[in-house]
């Protein structure tokens, strides 16, 4: 990465020259957006070729002083702009169980192409947003529940996405985990969980180089997160020494021009409604000090300098949606999907025996890459799981049906060799919400979170479970964001895969999946529990919610909870073998060495985790942690040594009292193995301090 | 098989489908590869496709899917049908071409039952079948927007599935196959262990042309033989003065009981009182059974349906 805080730190001079050259209304040009709200909110209406940010959005920019404006590309599943031409990857989520940084930086380095070919600069794509329950419509836009798994996969995608000098934006800043209320709710929580569970991942981010964060809509302790001064100002900039500029959740992320501009706020997005002349005024009048706008207009010009001067690469238009990148698509997917349940290994089906498909439900013809908010990418084409298995499978018969009359769907079960059950959600069930008077929306979609619900909609689990035991050979395929429920049909199955919404390829990816073209290698990045209640309780349409110390995996294993499958969980076809298991202290690490054996017969890839547990702390902490994970290719009865390290500092946890990090000094509980299940773990221990 | 050339069809060819009117005496099993909408105008008739048979009535509407084999058979009753024939083009979907929709529409039948009531489409049929008289050029066009949604109706109202079959099997081939069994069957029908010899002359295995028949057609060949059996029969009763015995072993029955009981099962009468009752065919109907009807009383009966 060539703009890295380092190197953007060197154009501070160069910044502030400029900023000296600017009177006071042009330094607050630059803290706005500049798409005028009609033309926005004319084109929002899904179908219509002016979509949501069908062309990169400005904000600033002063021509004759050679500033280039901001241009806004959002994300995270590709660029969202243009229509028929963006490559649609695999949602965030499904990167999330792929457990690989390599990957996500070159996913990063492909969009960052793709947005320098749409001429924008900067990629909004980055959510890294912890979903305190698995509920929220939008978690697919995130990796997962693990704050050190978030901050590992976000700081890739954001080296990638700078690679090629694009500005990678983080968001959203912060406790934006509910979709319904996000605009209302005021979230509050203990210093412990602020700094140890919700703020670590942004804070890695930062670390590794992100240029902007974006402000998120809800509030923290009673003040809106987009004019905060403890989250904008005191953390994040002072504590963090972020040197990059901050923009608005849009339209309605400025709900007051004091306030925000005081708070810290550098650019309200994406029209100006709350900043330019109200704000000219504002300084005028004494309320806002012009050394704040100094401050704000100041970061933004030095990070655009900085970036904007990086290279002058011309990106041909032809690199978006091009052949590589949807190669690298359909990788991601075969990476990422899991298998949950594979009884009498029914997978993967033998094509020679298996000539006979009956395929049931009806997300197996839609084109499931996700919700149709924001984050919504327009590819040229769309694999649907019905067409990647007819394309996959030339030499059978396939039937679709969409399973409404229970008895037809029996029927064609039996006189299947195979049935393969398609289910889960799409954006009418969950994504980005929108309110319900149709003037404050920019995105078209009902979705929402899961409130009712966290399993398959009851049609769907009368079709498994009527049908599931007429033929062997089940397969059920899961569509979603974020973790499904099981519990009740899973037995009426042999086999279950959790596909995510696995981006324009997807269809392709799990047929090659269910025939064996590919090994599964995805880990679930989230818990699955026998009930939902084992899960932290949340009331989705609130103006109050207090997040908890403890969430997903921790607070299962905290409350001694057995999970039905523990987090880090995944199959394959082949089998492995942990052996050998070493950890000690080096260099201010912790290192745990395994080898791994690929005991079965076909190729494949594991992903090997590493945990540190607290049992001898002094404070209240979880039973163990995720501070490590790495992927490991291995040919059928191929051995490998693995190496894993984390840092001490990830140790650490946050005293409230002196407001500092803290290594307790003590023995640490050391694992190393393939899922958060003690049966998959081998243990050590270490000392540190 | 005769049925599946069609000779008294009055279609006009500006529109893409075939449209026409006919009594039914006997129509037995047959296919096409357009989608066959059917409506009953008056009386009633026995249809069999895949499944058991269903009787029926005046009012009720099927549709016959793209090659699949069914067949028609008259009751006492005197009865008058509508069809419409809708190419397989219609239905093709540009994103697969392998793939081809089979609907279930049969207002007889109390499952896979469409989100609209049946009505809808035998509207929408009746509305076709009367501006088909017309030699105007708006009506054309009125046509060819009723065909288009009673298409797109299909689609989105009823339930279907989706079929794609393997690249390996032509599905031409098979329906080759279909012909040269029904062919034989019907030139061996004196025989009395058909079935073996048609699994040496046609090379599959008793188990495989079992699965090819149920496959293709949803019956056995049992099914078809005795099917078979009896038209013939039913032919030399109305035809011949022979009796009932040297009917009952030129069709190749085992013996008159079983040769009593089959006819009895299959029309619902003895071979006597079939032979006592039999309807006059007039010898200028082009198409074997194919019966006269009044085109006024045609017309009057389309009308009461709107």
Known sequence: MKCTKKYRLTYTERAKK?????????????MSGEIGLKEMMDGLKQGVENHYNHVPYPAGGIKDKKLPPMLFCDGPRGVVCSTGKSTCFPVT??????????????????????????????????????????????????????????????????????DENVIACIKHFAFNSMEISRFKVSVNCDKRTEREVFLPHFKDCIDAGAGSVMSSYNLYKGTHCGHHDYLLNKVLKDEWGFDGFVMSDFIWGVKDTVEAANGGQDMEMCCTEYFGDKLVKAVRDGLVSEEKIDKSALRIIRTLLAFSQADDKEYKDSVIGCKEHTNLALEAAEKGITLLQNKDNVLPLNRNKIIRITVLGKLAKKEVIGDHGSSQVRPKYIVTPLQGISNLSPKAEVTFYNGEDLEHAKDLARQADAVIFVVGYDHDDEGEFVSESSSDAYTTTIGGDRTHSLGLHQDEIDLIKAVGPENKNSVAVLIGGNMIMITEWKDYVSSIIMAYYAGMEGGTAIAKILFGDVNPSGKLP??????????????????????????????????????????????????????????????????????????????????????????????????????????????????????????????????????????????????????????????????LG | MDHYIFELIEHETKYPAKVFIASIDTSSFHWHYDYELMVVLKGSLIMKSVSEPYILNAGDVVLFNSKKVHSLRRTDQDNLCLFIQLPQELFIDNSNKKQSYSFYLNSASKTMIPKVKFSVFLQTAVKIAIRSKSKEVVDVFRIKALISTLVADLIEY???????????????????VLLQINEFIERNIESTNITQELCKYIGMSEKTLYRFLKNSTGFTAKDLIDSTRIEKSKVMLRQTNKSISFIEQECGFNSEMTFYRTFKKETGVTPNEYRENVIEIATNSEVQGYLNFDNNEADSLLKQYL
């Open chain 1, 93 to 162: 989520m499904l990167r999330g169980a792929t457990f690989d940084t390599d990957l996500e930086v070159r996913i990063g380095r492909a969009i960052g192409k793709e947005v320098r070919a749409y001429n924008g600069n900067l990629f909004a794509g980055v959510c890294i947003n912890l979903p305190y329950n698995p509920g929220w419509g939008r978690s697919q836009e995130t990796y997962g529940e693990e704050s050190f798994h978030l901050g590992k996969m976000g700081s890739a995608l954001v080296r990638g996405v700078q």
């Open chain 1, 18 to 30: 400029l900023l000296d050259s600017l009177n006071l209304e042009e330094k607050i040009h630059l």
């Open chain 1, 526 to 687: 989230f818990v699955l529990p026998y009930k939902e209640n084992d899960l932290p309780l949340v009331n989705w349409d609130t103006t109050q919610q207090i997040y908890d110390y403890y969430h997903g995996y921790t607070k299962l294993e905290k409350e001694g909870v057995e999970p039905l499958l523990p987090y880090g969980f995944g199959l394959s076809y082949t089998k492995y073998e942990i052996n050998d298991a070493t950890f000690a202290t080096e260099d201010e690490k912790v290192v745990a060495k395994c080898t791994i054996t690929n005991t079965g017969d076909m190729d494949g890839t594991e992903v090997v985790q590493m945990y540190v547990g607290f049992k001898n702390s002094k404070v209240n902490r979880p039973i163990k942690l995720l501070r490590g994970f790495e992927r490991v290719e291995l040919k059928a009865g191929e051995k490998k040594e693995v190496s894993i390290s984390c840092p001490e500092k990830k140790l650490c946890w946050f005293n409230p009292e002196n407001e500092s990090w803290e290594l307790e000094k003590m023995n640490y509980e050391m694992y190393i193995g393939t899922s958060s299940d003690n049966k998959d773990l081998l243990q050590g221990k270490i000392t």
């Open chain 2, 158 to 176: 009823t339930q279907y599935d989706i079929r794609q079959y393997p690249d390996n099997i032509d599905t031409e081939h098979n329906s080759d």
